[in-house]
Structure formats: C-alpha cells, structure tokens
C-alpha cells in the first residue's frame, strides 16, 4: 500500500473516532459540547467535503449501535451540520467575518434541531427535567418558596429560549473556531484571520435598536421584541467583555493570561466556587460589561475607528 493512501486511511480512522468520542463526552460533560463541530471542521480541511461526510456517518452509526439514538442524533444534527458548514466556509475562502457569521448561525439552527428532533422522535422533554432538577435543588434547601416558584420560572424560561439558543450557539462557534485555529496550525492548514475577540465592538445605532425594541416591549409585551431586546443586550455585553479582555491583555503578557484562564476554569469545575463565581460575573460583570459596550459603540474607546471587530 503506498504512503499517501495509508496516510488517508490513518486519517478517516483518526477523525471519525474523534468526531465519535468528541461527542460521546460532550453529552456527559457539557463544557465539551461546545467543541462538537471541532473534528468534523477541521476533517474537511485535511481530507474534504466528501470523504468527511462519511466519517460522520460511520460515527453515528456506530454512535447508534453502540449507545443510543440521541448520540446518533447528536452527531448528524449538531456536530455534522455545524462542522460541515464550518470546515467547508473555511475551505471556500470565505473572510473571517463570513465564517463567523455562518458559523454561528448553523450552530443555533443545529442546536434547535437536535432538541426539537430529541422530543419528536425520542420523547425527551427538557422542560420536564429542568422542573425535576429544579424541584430536587429546592428540596435540598428544604424552602417551600422555591417549590412554588418553579411554574413561574419555568415559563420566563421558555419566554427567553431563543434567548439561551442563540447564547449556546454563538459560543458553541466561537470556541470551534479558536479551537480550530489552534488545531489547524499544527496540522500545517493556512486559515484566514478570523475577527479578533479583543477587538469586537458594534455599531451605534444598535443602541438605537435596543431602545426601540425597549419601548415596543413596554407598549405591548411579545416575546420577540424580549428575545431581541436580550439579544442586543447580549451582544453589547461581548462588546464590553471585548473591551475589558483588550485592557487586561495589554497589561499582562501570555503566560499570565494562561494562568488567569486556568483558575476560570479551576474554580469552574467546583460547584460551590463555581456557583459564586458566575452568581458574581452575572450580577456585577454582565451589567458593567453591557454599560462598556454601549459606550464603546459610541466613543471607540480603543480608538480602532472600526466597527464589529477586526
């Protein structure tokens, strides 16, 4: 057998395993799951469109007969389609925009999918087990006012669903994509220059949406004006967090940013640190972060005299 033909084969066992396994992992530990699309991108960039789209169906047949059917679903709906797309914007030449763009939209489109597919064909509602999780927390602090709060909750949950969709689909391409960049490097794969997380910042008249859609919502309560609303809150939200990382950046060098993100993510795995953690980032970063953004959309506070990154 000649070298280029082992080396292909080497190469279809190596990303259909890690497109399987990837995936197995991400289903019991959550934080992997926003590095599904990972294997299957960078799988198109070393050995193309067709032969990838293959190895993803020996991974969820084998996902199938091995586990179970929402492995199976897993694989073809959210790290198939997200990673097909996103390998393949890669490898047309698309700028680090565009990529970005499709890839995160094909991230929410695949995460709705997988869950509506979830309930349709295997019966899984997720609404019924986040009231069960909610209902054993409250039972554990033994407060019956959390019991009779959980119905209430449940509904702003599925007001703001959307919400949540585009938070996990965002973040789910935006981690496949700096985990590609660093992947691709080694694998010697030239990609474009993606829009540095450092640098994002929007446009001023966004603002001027949020205000709008803040002044429909008051006028008359939908929830798609809420879901936009949160949605450009979000957004300027990156921004001020974009704006915050370009300072902190600036003041320390590689090594101490790698030792920062690494006691994130130590204190992530705890849960009490980790609940005190995030109960602090969301009550007094979040609205700091938003404030930041909305200001940097009208005054450029890095001076980069551009608008949404670069």
């Known amino acids: 057998m000649q070298p280029e033909q082992t080396q292909k084969i080497q190469d279809a066992v190596l990303f259909t395993g890690a497109i399987l396994l990837t995936t197995v992992f991400g289903l019991y530990m959550p934080l992997v799951a926003f590095f599904w699309p990972v294997p299957v991108a960078l799988s198109v960039l070393r050995q193309g469109g067709r032969n990838t789209i293959a190895g993803v169906i020996v991974a969820a047949l084998a996902a199938g007969l091995i586990w ?24 047309e030449g698309f700028n680090g925009r565009k990529i970005l763009y ?30 069960e999780v909610m209902r054993e927390a409250a039972a554990f602090y033994e407060d019956p006012a959390l019991t009779e709060a959980i119905p ?9 669903y959307p919400t949540f969709l585009f938070i996990s689909g965002a973040l789910t391409a935006i981690l496949s994509l700096i985990a590609v960049r660093s992947f691709a490097a080694r694998l010697k794969i030239d990609l474009p220059e993606f829009p540095r997380l ?18 429909l919502f008051f006028l008359s309560p939908n929830i798609i004006f809420l879901n936009l609303f949160l949605g450009i809150v979000l957004l300027f939200c990156g921004g001020g967090l974009s704006l915050i990382g370009y300072w902190i950046g600036g003041k320390l060098d590689p090594r101490s940013r790698r030792i920062l993100l690494m006691a994130v993510l130590i204190l ?24 930041l953004g909305l200001l940097d959309s009208w005054r450029d506070l890095r001076k980069l005299n551009r608008v949404g990154g670069g």
């Open 68 to 91: 179970n059917n929402q492995v199976f679903l897993a694989i073809i709906l959210v790290s198939g389609l997200v990673g097909l797309i996103m390998g393949g914007s890669i490898a």
């Open 102 to 131: 499709y890839s995160v939209t094909a991230a929410v489109v695949s995460q709705g999918l997988f869950l509506v597919a979830n309930q349709l064909v295997l019966g899984i509602d997720y609404w019924v087990l986040i009231e």
């Open 152 to 160: 209430e909750v449940i509904e702003v949950f599925k007001a703001i």
């Open 198 to 215: 450092s640098h994002w910042r929007f446009d001023s008249r966004l603002s001027m949406a949020l205000f709008l859609l803040l002044v």
């Open 268 to 291: 992530l795995i705890f849960p009490v640190m980790g609940a005190i953690f995030m109960g602090i980032f969301v009550l007094f970063v979040l609205p700091l972060a938003m404030v």
